[in-house]
């Protein structure tokens, strides 16, 4: 399992598919999963939708890491909370995570 972490704009989707060529892997990203829910943008839904993507995602990253394969979480500015569930989550299913970090300048970061 691969972490994406780094601010909007700072190369974490780039770097999340320069993961999944190497691997093979499954890129799993909330923004994509509120696309499939009818969001436009990188719009943040009300709590109940949000509460669905969540449960979305974990099924995602359930199903990738039960059939063997790597999953790379492409979400935007997680903090250590969100970090540390799925580091929790990868132990449950007996596989090692990694942060990967995507570095920007400050002025990147603050558009």
Known sequence: MYIMRGCAGSG???RAREIQAETGGTI????IIRQMLGAEGKT???TKGERRVTKIERELIRNALYRGGSVIIDNMNLD???TAKYADLAHLQGVAYHEVWAYADLETCLR
């Open 12 to 14: 974490k989707s780039t």
């Open 44 to 46: 943040i839904l009300d």
């Open 80 to 82: 250590d909370r969100q």
């Open 28 to 31: 799993v990203s909330r923004d």
